[in-house]
């Protein structure tokens, strides 16, 4: 047999080999984890990776059932003091306004134009999503995702004076690569609009356009000057946040996750539909905890607030983590 | 050095070779495509899938940007003499009828029974699929799955007299396990109700339930008895057939394709839209003209009717699979 390489090459024992090798190699990979203070966070997410990684365990996963989600604003990246993607819509609802006079009585744009974080809180995200898919219709999605990048090129956090997309959670970034190591498939499950996300998420988390999950406007399939084009309808499709984010799991995944980590109530739903599945379950909170390095922010805030959760993870023994003294690094740049 | 393997092994070269040696067993597996005739359509897939891969052409597509698509019936599995589903649904409203005695008058309810392909095909997927939504209304979306399932055990194809999961067409199962060996990720992308190729898809597929596409019906989030349930609701959320399938396909996976298969004018707006994109493309119907082995049917067809799309696929060079006579092998059971 030796003198015949493509025989053992082709063999099935020898391609398993390779791809145990391949795995062996990555699992000696740089400490996974490393902004990550060896708190009870970090123990209580190895521990279960552990326990549904290891074959012949009670509680083994099958790699193709180990989906994990994660809500986007507050949990992947930074939301204070607004919700980037209403800093976005507020550039392009500026833009827009010469042409909609009706605003000037919207409560909805007023609330933007003055950044009346309670009034915006108050009323939700489903007007302002409304308010938007007006301001845009008529856009091909090509123009809208281009009017995105744009944006990202020449926007800054207006505390950090970066680009928003440095805003990402270094901590994240790092559990979302060491659970894609251990066989997950990570998804990303976000009341914000879901081409707002995909235009960055491949490069920011690993996350491809096809793994992200989010509110949506319609679109209407049409040719445009003999060109097949989608161009964007003022009508809101769907509003993934609170108890749309299980629905909007169902239609993207088909499947029920058996891991999930957000920051807030929008994303208590969510995290109940996680827990409610057999066998090994982890739900996740961040806890804004760190006003000098990021935000202290919980149960009185207008954007991003962690109040019913939070009671909920606290008596179901869910994971909470306090941001401040769990994480050594929140930004790759720090 | 050689005395610290682990540094070795921890190093990116050494994990990049252990890649390189897994890619190269697997590309030397068996024949791909053995069911395939050496014919027009064979040859053309794999000058499409060596142009796109191969690194430096012109032709080149990374990994990451190679989405695939396919629609399900008479594509991917039978549809004749009905669609499978149409036969999971006669039997779900005939169970469901003693409930509904407004049905004898509906049209649709009508045509179902009466098995009237004219009829059904004139009316179009949307009545349909609103009757089936009433039927099932109330049911949480796991006893709906379990229903499925249940069906599929023993229901049977009459001509074939076999499970109807045995109807899926072995050349393209090996179409889309060659595609995946080569760094695609594979799409189903239906008509039909999403769940009903859920339960199924990874199974005949292997593709997994988040990658399947299709109509769907609103579901609702609440907590009943105290567990967290989505249930089905009497409404239609989404047609994907026709012009909702670029609409699908935007909404599930975010990017145009650069392959995609079908078979009917229920395909065609997905075929250009997937055409309409910059770089390589491969467009790709498959022609029932196989009587004896399976069935023979065309523009006059009320199911799976070609007609528009076959004169576009002619008119601009797309691939038209002749299955009679580049076939070798329909069903595995053959």
Redo the contacts between chains.
């Keep these: 047999m030796t003198d015949r390489p493509?025989y053992f090459?082709?063999s099935v024992t020898?391609?398993l080999l390779?791809?145990a090798?391949?795995l062996?190699?990555?699992a000696?990979?740089?400490q996974p984890l490393a902004s990550w203070n060896d708190g009870p966070s970090k123990q209580q997410i190895m521990k279960f990776v552990a326990d549904v990684t290891t074959q012949g365990s009670s509680a083994f996963v099958p790699a193709?059932d180990r989906?994990a989600v994660f809500d986007n604003d507050g949990t992947l990246w930074s939301e204070q003091p607004l919700y980037f993607q209403f800093v976005f819509l507020l550039d392009q609802l500026k833009a827009a306004a010469p042409k909609h006079p009706e605003w000037k009585d919207n409560a909805a744009f007023k609330a933007l134009v003055a950044k009346d974080q309670k009034a915006l809180a108050a009323m939700g995200m489903k007007p302002v999503l409304e308010l938007l898919a007006v301001a845009n219709t008529g856009m091909t999605?090509a123009q809208y995702e281009q009017a995105i990048r744009d944006w990202l090129k020449t926007a800054r956090h207006p505390r950090f004076e970066r680009p928003y997309t440095d805003l990402v959670y270094k901590p994240m970034q790092e559990l979302l690569a060491y659970l894609r190591s251990n066989g997950f498939?990570t998804?990303i499950v976000s009341g914000g609009g879901?081409?707002f996300m995909?235009v960055w998420s491949?490069q920011a988390y690993g996350i491809?356009?096809?793994?992200?999950v989010g509110s949506?406007v319609e679109?209407?399939?049409?040719?445009v000057d003999g060109?097949?084009a989608?161009t964007r309808l003022p009508k809101i499709?769907f509003v993934d946040d609170g108890?749309?984010k299980?629905?909007g799991i169902?239609?993207?995944?088909?499947?029920r996750p058996i891991f999930a980590f957000g920051n807030s109530d929008g994303d208590w739903?969510m995290l109940?539909?996680t827990a409610?599945g057999e066998g090994p379950r982890f739900m996740g909170l961040v806890h804004h905890t760190d006003a000098t390095r990021e935000y202290a922010y919980d149960r009185a805030s207008k954007i991003g607030k962690l109040d019913k959760a939070w009671d909920d993870a606290v008596a179901k023994g869910w994971t909470v983590v306090d941001m401040k003294s769990e994480w050594n690094k929140i930004f790759a740049f720090e």
């Design positions: 493509g090459l082709r020898a391609r390779a791809l090798f391949f062996f190699c990555g000696l990979q740089a193709e989906i999605v498939k998804f879901v081409e995909r491949a491809p356009p096809e793994q992200v949506m679109v209407k399939y049409g040719v060109r097949p989608l499709a108890p749309g299980p629905v169902y239609r993207a995944i088909g499947r739903q109940q539909w409610a």
